[in-house]
């Protein structure tokens, strides 16, 4: 067992911190809002910690699940930030959705302090957290990695290093980048059938045992036809999450005209008060 910190308690830390507590791990907490830090010693145990200095110190991995660059660049390298307590042979581990760019600031910021920072970013949802089984899709040092996944199992089902610094980032981009296509196609569907008269869940019952099934149409038809999207993934968060996937297009020259399009449908459904809506709000969209 370890004795770790977890930095970030929002909808899916929170969770994922939970289940190290649960399974024996030592556990420290840090939230930037400390009311909710409090909650989750009153849930779990553990303890809470009033800075993320405070909380890394001793710690042998330290955990952020922060809400992008600059609230990871703060809780790390900014004032009383987690890289001032860590130790040599420790490792960070930032499961933020957050640029490649960033995590390699940050993995040579590591490497000069002589510790590890290892990028995984997780998919699966607040479902996913809640449940313990998280994708989780990492980069940077093997030695590292190999040392860290056993305490990542806690809440994963899958995780895999797939390169150096920057690459669990970068899967995680082609990870948004699918669904987007993918949830666009949903919605298009859903809405043609409608339009049709069919029967939408008959029709769900047939199609998604087909080539044309997936996660999003098995787990968001059902409140897709219902017209519910006060849930889940928030458009917001896909957007944050777009942006840096076509802000790294930019540089790599990957072409995302599908992503860029869908990119700007969610930017109209922000337009119409959905900013926190799931992601399947495209539906929605479709039908002003």
Not at 41 to 61: M, N, R, W
Not at 76 to 92: D, L, N
């Amino acid at each position: 067992m370890a004795k770790v910190a977890f930095i970030g308690l929002g909808v899916m830390g929170f969770p994922m911190a939970g289940h190290l507590q649960t399974q024996g791990h030592h556990v420290t907490v840090y939230n930037r809002t400390a009311a909710k830090a409090a909650d989750w010693v009153a849930k779990y145990s553990g303890q809470a910690a009033p800075t993320p200095d405070a909380a890394a110190k001793d710690a042998e991995i330290v955990f952020a699940c922060v809400g992008n660059d600059d609230d990871l660049r703060s809780v790390t390298i900014g004032e009383a930030g987690a890289f001032g307590a860590m130790g040599p042979g420790t490792i960070f581990v930032d499961h933020t959705t957050a640029s490649a760019e960033v995590a390699r600031v940050l993995a040579g910021e590591a490497e000069m302090a002589n510790f590890s920072f290892i990028d995984a970013p997780v998919s699966g949802g607040q479902a996913g957290a809640e449940n313990g089984k998280l994708t989780v899709m990492c980069g940077g040092d093997e030695a590292a990695f190999e040392r860290a996944a056993p305490v990542i199992a806690a809440y994963s089902q899958a995780c895999r290093l797939l390169g150096s610094s920057g690459s669990g980032q970068l899967a995680k981009m082609v990870n948004q980048i699918c669904i987007a296509g993918l949830m666009q196609g949903l919605a298009e569907g859903l809405n043609f059938a409608q339009a049709a008269g069919l029967d939408g869940k008959a029709l769900i019952e047939v199609i998604s045992k087909g080539a044309a099934g997936s996660w999003q149409m098995a787990n968001r038809h059902e409140t897709m036809l219902n017209d519910e999207f006060e849930f889940g993934f928030a458009v917001d968060w896909m957007r944050k999450d777009l942006g840096i996937c076509l802000a790294e297009a930019d540089r790599n020259g990957a072409s995302l005209p599908i992503t860029a399009l869908v990119d700007q449908y969610y930017k109209d459904v922000q337009a119409m008060g959905g900013g926190r809506w799931d992601t399947s709000s495209l539906l929605r969209r479709l039908k002003r």
